[in-house]
């Protein structure tokens, strides 16, 4: 059974960090690509950064390029988000999800089924002062 689950969110002042991480159990990493994602209510779900399973390519949003670094540790079947210099935007819960990766091929930050099939329940992050 393929399971995510998040952790790390919590409350920041803007210019911290924090670090999200996302285990899995029920399937190892090497042949799945993950992608975390933000949701603020009223707002869709935007895709903020992906791995894929090779880690030959990641993908960020323009919004937290240069802040945000996605990574991996096959040892703890675990990817992690490190987020540093935080600004109240950046606030939501932040989703992982994630889905097999079949070829070679840069991950994408759509959160559509059949780029990532499954979800964790979330994590809340709250930037303010």
């Known amino acids: 059974q393929v399971q995510l689950v998040e952790s790390g969110g919590g409350l920041v002042q803007p210019g911290g960090s924090l670090r999200l991480s996302c285990a899995a159990s029920?399937?190892?990493?090497?042949?799945?690509?993950v992608g975390w994602f933000r949701q603020v209510p009223g707002k869709e779900r935007e895709g903020i950064s992906c791995?894929?399973?090779?880690?030959?390519?990641?993908n960020y949003a323009d919004s937290v390029k240069g802040r945000f670094s996605i990574s991996r540790d096959l040892a703890k079947n675990t990817v992690y988000l490190q987020m540093n210099s935080l600004q109240p935007e950046d606030t939501g819960t932040y989703y992982c999800a994630t889905a097999r990766d079949f070829e070679l091929r840069p991950c994408v930050l759509s959160p559509v089924r059949g780029e990532y099939e499954y979800w964790g329940q979330g994590t809340q992050v709250t930037v303010s002062s």
């Open positions: 029920g399937f190892t990493l090497d042949y799945y690509r």
């Open positions: 791995i894929d399973s090779s880690e030959t390519y990641t």
